[in-house]
T-cell receptor
Framework: DAKTTQPTSMDCAEGRAANLPCNHS???????VYWYRQIHSQGPQYIIH???NNETNEMASLIITEDRKSSTLILPHATLRDTAVYYC????????????????FGKGTLLTVNP | GAVVSQHPSRVICKSGTSVKIECRSL??????MFWYRQFPKQSLMLMAT?????????EQGVEKDKFLINHASLTLSTLTVTSAHPEDSSFYIC??????????FGEGSRLTVL
């Protein structure tokens, strides 16, 4: 399984952009990068995912390097409610050539947004 | 987004009893559901993959006879913790995969075994 490496924790000032890095140097060509976040004692919440192009949605932007060995999740204007553990995950196929997959979580980054 | 519901959200039981946790996809059909366990201040650990109408696939180190998983319909999977002990106390989370490949998580179920 492709492993990911994230900083244990980060701080960000409210209203500023939060940039969360992730290294996935062993990623394969057909493996997607997913980002989820988990607020204390709740289930994980989907944020965004991508393969090789940069992606943007209403929650965040995902920047993937050209060699796909690392990515950065950007929350453009962090709020106090964005304080959570952010997980960068490489989607691993369950069956070769199939569309079924599983998500294996690493330790994630605890993002604390400060007033 | 799609909704995945777990029930109960909290359960307390005596040591030696069995506890069933339900995971339902409320507005979509899920051919695959996943069960995770999370201990305090740790990440989610995948326990098993559950496919509708077939036996679950368990991750290495997870006892299939202790954690019984049933996925009888496209909207319901259940996890039964049999003969629960205090060390089984944990936060259990399910997720359900849509036909288009998106994965949504439930709110989690906190089990406390006395």
């Amino acid at each position: 399984d492709a492993k990911t490496t994230q900083p244990t924790s980060m701080d960000c000032a409210e209203g500023r952009a939060a940039n969360l890095p992730c290294n996935h140097s062993t990623i394969s060509g057909n493996e997607y990068v997913y980002w989820y976040r988990q607020i204390h004692s709740q289930g994980p919440q989907y944020i965004i995912h991508g393969l090789k192009n940069n992606e943007t949605n209403e929650m965040a932007s995902l920047i993937i390097t050209e060699d796909r060995k690392s990515s950065t999740l950007i929350l453009p204007h962090a709020t106090l409610r964005d304080t959570a553990v952010y997980y960068c995950i490489v989607r691993v196929p369950i069956l070769s050539g199939g569309s079924n997959y599983k998500l294996t979580f690493g330790k994630g980054t605890l993002l604390t947004v400060n007033p | 987004g799609a909704v995945v519901s777990q029930h109960p959200s909290r359960v307390i039981c005596k040591s030696g009893t069995s506890v069933k946790i339900e995971c339902r996809s409320l507005d979509f059909q899920a051919t695959t559901m996943f069960w995770y366990r999370q201990f305090p201040k740790q990440s989610l650990m995948l326990m098993a993959t559950s496919n509708e109408g077939s036996k679950a696939t368990y991750e290495q180190g997870v006892e299939k006879d202790k954690f019984l998983i049933n996925h009888a319909s496209l909207t319901l999977s259940t996890l039964t913790v049999t003969s629960a002990h205090p060390e089984d106390s944990s936060f259990y989370i399910c997720s359900a995969r849509t036909y288009t490949g998106e994965l949504f998580f439930g709110e989690g179920s906190r089990l406390t075994v006395l």
